[in-house]
């Protein structure tokens, strides 16, 4: 089955707590994006990648780092996470960064106290 | 600034009857439209999408979209609502151009309540 796989599912964390939140596609797509999901907000993305080694910051990258090491994985760290960044998250794949649809994960929920 | 508006934070929709999930969008050029619906505690279900041609265009579980370029909308429809149509409704716009590896410009998203 065609699926974007993210893990946790739910996280709870401390202020300052670097932390992972992995994301992994089975559909051999070169496109990657992260999201977060804000109320009234809809999806803003913080940071997408084009091929394996190509990362790039997006409208909301501020307190996020990426990698693209492989093709079918594209963690997302927080170094230092801060209240602010709790929120919902989004890993998304496609196969064209053009006229085909993106794939979503189920999201992490991430709490920062 | 590019930007998507969805004017409407809820529909409310009795079963049976027709509904509209009302987008507009902000964007240079001809970008892609995309409608995907988010269940609660799931990811987001892509539902359909408009890239060229036919004004309106058909997708999952019996919704449907008509483009308006002069308007420049995007507008989700379905003639008949279910109770199991209930959801958060995104419209996504994707520029032609320039668009940081694909990205999904989103709407605030439309709460769907179809009621018995």
């Known amino acids: 089955e065609a699926q974007v796989t993210q893990n946790p599912r739910y996280l709870i964390t401390v202020t300052g707590k670097k932390l992972t939140v992995t994301c992994s596609q089975n559909?051999?797509?070169?496109?990657m994006s992260w999201y977060r999901q804000d109320p009234g907000l809809g999806l803003r993305q913080i940071y997408y990648?084009?091929?394996?080694?190509?990362?790039d910051k997006g409208d909301v990258p501020e307190g996020y780092k990426v990698s693209r090491k492989e093709k079918r994985n594209f963690p997302l760290i927080l170094e230092s996470p801060s209240p602010n960044q709790t929120s919902l998250y989004f890993c998304?794949?496609?196969?064209?960064?053009?006229?085909?649809?993106?794939?979503f994960g189920q999201g992490t929920r991430l709490t920062v106290v | 600034a590019q930007s998507v508006a969805q004017p409407e934070d809820q529909v409310n929709v009795a079963e049976g009857n027709p509904l509209t999930v009302k987008c507009t969008y902000s964007?240079?050029?001809?970008?892609?439209l995309f409608w995907y619906v988010q269940y609660p505690n799931r990811g987001l279900q892509f539902l359909l999408k408009?890239?060229?041609?036919?004004?309106l265009v058909k997708g999952s579980y019996g919704f449907e979209a008509e483009f308006n370029k002069s308007q420049t909308s995007f507008h989700l429809k379905k003639p008949s609502a279910l109770v199991s149509d209930s959801a958060l409704y995104f419209c996504a716009v994707r520029p032609y151009f320039y668009n940081q590896g694909g990205k999904l410009i989103f709407g605030q998203g439309t709460e769907l309540s179809v009621k018995p």
């Open positions: 964007v240079s050029g001809n970008p892609y």
């Open positions: 559909m051999n797509h070169e496109y």
């Open positions: 408009y890239i060229t041609g036919d004004n």
């Open positions: 998304a794949s496609s196969l064209t960064g053009s006229n085909t649809e993106a794939f």
């Open positions: 990648s084009m091929n394996v080694e190509v990362t």
